[in-house]
């Protein structure tokens, strides 16, 4: 694959993460810092993210889960996405963009 045509997916990919919000916080959840990793596999389109929450016990976890895997597979280019709950290390507010931070009144 092209190095642009990659780029262009991994660029879409963000693009999409960032329409992504936790119900209950007005940000969306790239910008909270809840993306830890994103793997896109060009040879076979595959798509592997780990992501957090703000809270282990957030009940609206599989539905913000779900809807990040839902998103992500209609990018043209991405076969397959294999979202990944985890928690460590645990998030913070240090995590957040500095947009996020200004957005919720951290500035």
Not at 2 to 24: G, H, M, Q, S, W
Not at 46 to 52: I, K, N, Q, R, S
């Amino acid at each position: 694959m092209e190095e642009n045509k990659k780029l262009a997916i991994e660029e879409k990919i963000v693009e999409v993460l960032k329409t992504v919000y936790d119900p209950e916080i007005p940000v969306n959840i790239y910008d909270l810092g809840l993306i830890y990793k994103v793997d896109y596999h060009e040879e076979d389109g595959t798509l592997d993210v780990d992501m957090t929450l703000t809270a282990p016990g957030c009940p609206l976890a599989d539905y913000i889960v779900e809807d990040v895997r839902q998103k992500l597979v209609v990018i043209d280019g991405v076969t397959s996405a294999v979202v990944n709950l985890v928690f460590e290390p645990e998030w913070t507010q240090d995590m957040m963009s500095e947009e996020a931070k200004a957005d919720l009144g951290f500035l």
